[in-house]
């Protein structure tokens, strides 16, 4: 140590932060479903989110436009009263989408991007796209519209190993597509590789991701940790460590190219603890007090409010939201499920005492 060194008066201790106010935020990836889930889960997603991107893997899936404009006013009538929150709505693409109703849906702003899904990648995506070569025509107006196309970028092939189909898909389809339709807006859905912030930090800005809160949490291990996890099964499955902390670098970095999309996909507890069981984590009531979380473990707060309020609508063109919603240090015990059906559905991370609390929203 120098004399300088020791000399030099300790630099004063920083004050933590005690409360956040920000943006009122958006949630780039919601799965509400319909009916009594959809009205189960809906008040989660309102009380945090100023706006969402709706899924539309419903069943029969959200293909039309007519459709879409059904579902969202479904959704509409399934509001909290109060709550303050726009439905994005979005369009499923099939091998025979219609690309007069593609447009159509757009301008009239029934929806405001198309899903991918290669058939047989996730829930519900039986009707998705079996040949995306025969999909150009598609892409190709989604890029003369400024339509941002959201892919789930999963390999199908049964015999690529479940926890190498994102980089496989990413390496063999995504750079095909990207490539192709140079000026395209495509969201990588849900990264959960190294590969897939790579690929979108190189593609950007005109490609973006979409980082969940729980896979800023789970590795593939935590699918097993003392037992088998069902509730912390999800598509794209968690990977290895080196992984997440890629996740969470990427999600703390103040890149715009990256933003919340929590795929928050509610499954009945039947249905999840079963012989088999379905992929999808009901992370909605938990989200931001997840991802604060990280960016406080990661000395990222400042950084929060555009990952959370600005990047998303940036990329689509929308304009910020008014309002704010206030994030508050202050231990919080989020509910362990919530009742749907006689059944209910598992929170993430739900009766785990949380840093973090919600505050007041003010619209
Ligand atoms: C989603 C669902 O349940 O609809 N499941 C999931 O594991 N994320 C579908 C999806 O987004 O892949
Ligand atoms: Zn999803």
């Not at 879409?68 to 479904?74: E, H, I, P, S, V």
């Not at 899903?115 to 039986?126: E, H, Q, R, V």
């Not at 979409?210 to 069902?230: A, D, E, K, M, V």
């Not at 555009?306 to 063109?317: K, L």
Request: aromatic share 8%.
């Amino acid at each position: 140590m120098t004399v300088t060194e020791l000399f030099t008066p300790p630099a004063a201790a920083e004050q933590p932060v005690e409360k956040l106010v920000i943006r009122r935020p958006d949630d780039m990836h919601v799965h509400l479903r319909d009916g009594a889930m959809l009205k189960a889960v809906l008040p989660a997603t309102a009380g945090q989110f100023a706006r969402g991107i709706i899924m539309p893997n419903l069943t029969p899936p959200v293909t039309t436009s007519d459709m879409a404009a059904d579902y969202r006013t479904r959704v509409l009538k399934a509001m909290p009263e109060g709550a303050e929150f726009t439905p994005l709505m979005t369009c499923y693409l099939t091998d025979r989408t219609d690309p007069d109703d593609l447009i159509r849906g757009f301008e009239e702003k029934i929806w405001y991007a198309a899903k991918l899904y290669p058939a047989g990648a996730t829930t519900n995506s039986a009707h998705g796209v079996t040949d995306i070569d025969a999909l150009s025509p598609i892409l190709e107006t989604m890029e003369r519209l400024g339509m941002p196309v959201l892919i789930h970028g999963e390999a199908t092939d049964p015999a690529v190993d479940i926890f190498d189909r994102e980089a496989y898909f990413l390496e063999n389809t995504m750079v095909k597509i990207l490539e192709r339709h140079q000026g395209l807006k495509v969201v990588v859905e849900h990264c959960t590789t190294e590969q897939g912030v790579a690929l979108v930090r190189s593609y950007a800005p005109r490609v973006a991701g979409t980082i969940t809160p729980h896979h800023l949490y789970l590795n593939r291990t935590s699918l097993f940790q003392g037992g088998l996890r069902p509730h912390f099964y999800c598509l794209p499955v968690a990977k290895r460590e080196h992984h997440r902390l890629a996740l969470r670098k990427a999600a703390t970095s103040g890149e715009t190219c990256f933003f919340i999309g929590t795929d928050t996909a509610p499954h009945l507890r039947t249905a999840k603890e079963s012989a088999c069981g379905s992929a999808g984590v009901f992370c909605a009531l938990t989200a931001l007090q997840s991802y604060v979380q990280v960016f406080d473990e990661e000395n990222a707060l400042p950084r929060f409010e555009a990952f959370a309020s600005e990047n998303a609508a940036r990329f689509y063109g929308l304009p910020l939201n008014d309002g704010t919603i206030e994030l508050i240090r202050k231990p919080s015990r989020p509910l362990v499920s919530l009742p749907v059906a006689d059944v209910d559905v598992a929170v993430f991370r739900g009766g785990e005492e949380f840093g973090w609390s919600i505050g007041e929203t003010r619209v």
